[in-house]
C-alpha cells in the first residue's frame, strides 16, 4: 500500500475512535502498532476525548500505603512475600486516621487506602477503619487492598467504602499464572465483577512491557477494561526491581504506555484514568505526557516519610518528600500544559457514553 493511502487510512481510523466509534480487536492492535510519527495525532485525539468527557481539571486521589506486607509471590513486585530484604511495616489505625486527617486539610477530597495482600487487617480491622475515616474527615474511601471474599466486599460497602482498585494485571492467562504464581485469573476477574456488582466505583488496569507480552494481549488488556466497564484505569509501565526474579528486564518504553493509555481513553471515553507514579519514574515527562494523552487524575502519596521509601514495589519511585510540597509542585507543572487541578470529588460521570445509566 501507498504511504499516503496507509496514513489516510490510519487517520480514519483514529478519527473514527475520536468519534465514538467501536474499537474492535483488530483496530485497537493496528493503533498499537502504528510507527511512531502518528502517535501526535493519536494522543491529540484521546486528549480531546479526556476534555470533552472528563473536562480539563486534574482530580486528585491521596494515598496511604498503610502496609508493605504482603502474602504473594508476584515475580514483578518489591513487595513480594520472598523478598526478605524489605523491611517491613504496618500503619497503626491511628496513624492511617491521622494520615488521612492530613488529606483532607489538604483539600484532596478521597482517600485511597493501599497495602500488599495482607490479611492481618481483618474484615473488622478494615470496616472500622473504613468509619472511623468516614466520620472523622468525611472523605470519599477507595481500596486497594487485594483479593477477598465476597462477604469482606459486602462488608466493606456496608461500613462506607465507594470505590475499589484491583488491577487484573495482564489479560494473558498464561503470563499471570506464570507472574503471579498460586494465583488465579479467573478468581480476579470474578472479584471485578462481584465489586461492580455491589455498586463499587472500580477501577482495574494492566502493566505495560512486562516479558513475553505482545500488542495482541495489550489489545485484550483493553478489551477488558471495556467490557468489565470499570469506572478507573491503572496503567502503567513494567519497571524492573532487583528484588526479584525479573531483576535487570530493561523497559524504558513510554511510547507504548501512553499509546495503550491513549487507546483506553477512545475506548472507554469517560472513565478516570490517573498519570501514575510510575509513568513519572520512568521518565521525567512521563506524568504531564500522560495527561496530555488521556489522562485526568493524580493520586499523591500521603504515606508518612518513615514509611514511604519501604513501599517498594519497583526502584526510583518519583514522589518522595512532603506530599503538600508534591502537589504545589504539581500544580506548577500543570499550569505549563494549560491545566488546573479539581478539589472535589470527581466520580465518573453518570452517563457513559452508550447513555447507559448506572
Ligand atoms: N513495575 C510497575 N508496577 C508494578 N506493580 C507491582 N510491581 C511493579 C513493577 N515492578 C504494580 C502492579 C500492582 C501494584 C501494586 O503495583 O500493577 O497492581
Ligand atoms: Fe503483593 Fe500486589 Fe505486589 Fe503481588 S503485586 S506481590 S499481590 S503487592
Known amino acids: 500500500m501507498p504511504i499516503s493511502k496507509y496514513s489516510a487510512n490510519i487517520q480514519n481510523l483514529i478519527d473514527k475512535a475520536k468519534g ?45 500505603e498503610f ?29 492511617i486516621i491521622a494520615t488521612a486527617k492530613k488529606i483532607k486539610q489538604t ?10 495482600e495482607d490479611s492481618f487487617y481483618s474484615q473488622d480491622i478494615v470496616c472500622r477503619l473504613i468509619e472511623r475515616i468516614r466520620k472523622e474527615t468525611d472523605l470519599i474511601i477507595t481500596l486497594s487492598i487485594g483479593e477477598r471474599a465476597l462477604n469482606d466486599y459486602k462488608a466493606f460497602q456496608q461500613a462506607g467504602a465507594n470505590r475499589y482498585l484491583l488491577k487484573h494485571e495482564t489479560a494473558s492467562r498464561e503470563l499471570y499464572k ?3 504464581p498460586g494465583s488465579d485469573w479467573e478468581n480476579r476477574l470474578q472479584c471485578l465483577r462481584s465489586l461492580k456488582h455491589l455498586g463499587f ?20 488488556d483493553l ?8 469506572d478507573m484505569l491503572g496503567i502503567g509501565p513494567f519497571i524492573a526491581h532487583p528484588g526479584t526474579p525479573l531483576a535487570g528486564l530493561e523497559n524504558d518504553d513510554l511510547e507504548i504506555t501512553l499509546r495503550v493509555l491513549a487507546v483506553a481513553r477512545l475506548l472507554t471515553r469517560n472513565t478516570n484514568i490517573p ?40 526502584p526510583g519511585r518519583k514522589d518522595v518528600g512532603e506530599a503538600s510540597e508534591i502537589i504545589s509542585h504539581l500544580e506548577r507543572d500543570f499550569q505549563t500544559i494549560g491545566r488546573t487541578m479539581l478539589y472535589s470529588v470527581g466520580n465518573r460521570p453518570i452517563e457513559n457514553y452508550n447513555g447507559i445509566r448506572h
Not at 504473594?72 to 489505625?93: F, T
Not at 466505583?201 to 485484550?220: F, K, S
Not at 521525567?284 to 502519596?301: E, F, K, Y
Open 20 to 64: 465514538g466509534k467501536d474499537l474492535h480487536r483488530e483496530d485497537i492492535i493496528k493503533l498499537l502498532k502504528i510507527p511512531a510519527d502518528f502517535s501526535p495525532y493519536l494522543f491529540a485525539a484521546a486528549d480531546r476525548v479526556r476534555h470533552e468527557q472528563v473536562g480539563d481539571e486534574i482530580y486528585l486521589r491521596g494515598i496511604i
Open 178 to 180: 506464570y507472574l503471579r
Open 275 to 314: 498519570a501514575t507514579t510510575a509513568l513519572a519514574t520512568l521518565h521525567p515527562q512521563g506524568r504531564l505526557q500522560a495527561l496530555q494523552a488521556g489522562a485526568n487524575v493524580v493520586m499523591p502519596d500521603f504515606t508518612p516519610e518513615i514509611y514511604k521509601s519501604r513501599y517498594d514495589i519497583y
Open 223 to 230: 478489551l477488558v477494561m471495556k467490557l468489565l466497564d470499570a
Open 201 to 220: 466505583e472500580t477501577g482495574t488496569g494492566n502493566m505495560v512491557g512486562l516479558p513475553g507480552q505482545t500488542p495482541e494481549i495489550l489489545a485484550d
Open 107 to 116: 483539600g484532596v477530597p478521597t482517600v485511597v487506602l493501599q497495602s500488599g
Open 67 to 95: 502496609s508493605n506486607y504482603c502474602e504473594r509471590n508476584c515475580l514483578y513486585c518489591g513487595l513480594r512475600k520472598s523478598n526478605s530484604s524489605l523491611s517491613r511495616y504496618r500503619m497503626s489505625e491511628d496513624e
